[in-house]
């Protein structure tokens, strides 16, 4: 017997269409699943978006204030897909009522964000589960237990990169994204985190770091109305950019490998460039977001000129199997969603966790943070424990 789950989505930018897709398509990939989401409500504060995505979507009821959500007995699971600043207020105020969270990284603006909705999920005894999508590839998936069996022998070192051109443009509207007071860090909070959790994911913990960071497009127009995305703003009245565009890392492991994590907004030339170089000491592994399926695998005995095979994954790697029948038929992007969105309510059903939890988002804020702490000292910086 299948049970009906209402759910609600706080924020209706790109990311909250994102997650009602992911709803919305959990029949068709887990016809098992013994929960099928059932959409009870939209909250977006911009007039007449929550009314345009109920139209759209189909769900029952749509507001202006995330407040009727959380006081809503037919909503039992959330999605928090809102700008940064309101993530703590939002996920504590929907775990206190009694209602599993689903929510974006980077959980707040720094670490105090993070472990006080994570702390509001324990105490209420709620599932939460976090937005790091990534980490949910299939290919990346079967990148970690190749890892994870000694497969390319011990790993030494690992390079992730995350190099976008979504910010390059100098007419890029100066949204929330771009200020301390709502966004918190920049890059830092936007794709480095997710390089943070990609690390940890691989590699175990990382004890300690240095870091730099920088701001490459200081000013940018302030739009004149409602944004969605990265909104061009040509014309209007300049603001001051408060947070970075770039930061580049040093890591140490827990384990002994070393690495390096780069990321940047303003990469001009880039588009979603994100993956991962992992390096052992009988191989590697590496990994492209853009080529998402596939890894490019390195092992052997022959140490010097060992070539590099191109590897398909296919059904037997992590979820591809919900998919696709075969390896090389293409999964996207949104599908890593499907799969968010499957762990989460899997663990709604079984009252155990499965995927991302809000412990993997204390721990990449704690990375995070550490990055911040360490540019304004210009010396190394030990991640505090969580």
């Known amino acids: 017997m299948v049970d009906a789950l209402g759910v609600a989505v706080v924020g209706f930018g ?17 016809p098992r699943l013994p ?16 009314d345009e995505a109920a139209t759209q979507f189909g769900f029952a009821g749509a507001t202006r204030d995330w407040r009727e959500v959380a006081a809503d007995p037919r909503v039992r699971a959330v999605s928090i897909t809102a700008p940064n600043f309101l993530h703590r207020d ?6 206190g009522a009694g209602k599993h969270i689903w929510i974006e990284k980077p959980v707040g603006l720094s670490v105090d964000d993070a472990r006080a909705v994570a702390d509001a ?5 709620v599932q939460g589960a976090v937005g790091f999508n990534y980490r949910n590839a299939p290919a990346v998936e079967a990148a970690r237990d190749l890892i994870a069996s ?36 920049g890059v830092l909070g936007d794709l480095a985190s997710h390089g943070a959790d990609l690390a940890r994911f691989l590699l175990g913990d990382i004890v300690s770091l240095t870091a730099d960071t920088a701001i490459f497009l200081p000013e940018r127009a302030r739009p004149a109305g409602a944004t969605a995305g990265h909104t061009l703003a040509a014309g209007g009245e300049p603001g001051r950019v408060e947070n970075e565009d770039y ?21 001009v030339g880039e588009q979603n460039n994100y993956g991962f170089e992992v390096h052992g000491t009988r ?23 060992q070539p590099v095979s191109t590897v398909y994954v296919g059904p037997g790697a992590g979820e591809f199997a919900a998919f696709q029948p075969g390896a090389a038929n293409a999964m996207g992007y949104d599908d890593l969603k499907v799969i ?8 709604i059903a079984e009252g155990t966790p499965c995927g991302t939890t809000l412990t993997d988002a204390v721990r990449s804020a704690a990375v995070v943070d550490a990055m911040a702490r360490s540019t304004q000292s210009g010396s190394w910086a030990d991640i505090e424990d969580v």
């Open 150 to 185: 000694g497969g390319i022998g011990t790993v030494t070192h690992v390079r992730i990169r995350l190099f976008s051109d979504y910010a390059a443009h100098p007419d890029g509207a100066l949204t929330w994204r771009y200020e301390r007071e709502r966004g918190g860090s």
């Open 90 to 95: 939002i996920g504590m105020a929907m775990a």
């Open 14 to 30: 790109w990311m909250g269409r994102v997650h009602t897709q992911a709803y919305a398509r959990l029949p068709h990939h887990y």
């Open 247 to 267: 930061a580049g890392c040093l890591l140490r492991f827990a384990s002994g490998a070393r690495g390096v994590l780069e990321a940047c907004r303003v990469s």
């Open 121 to 125: 999920v324990t105490r209420a005894g």
């Open 283 to 305: 191989g590697a592994v590496f990994w492209d977001f853009r080529r998402m399926n596939e890894l490019a695998i390195s092992r052997g005995t022959t140490y010097q000129d």
């Open 35 to 50: 929960l099928r989401p059932h959409l009870v409500t939209v909250a977006e504060e911009v007039p007449g978006r929550a």
């Open 340 to 347: 968010e969105a499957y762990r989460f309510v899997r663990s």
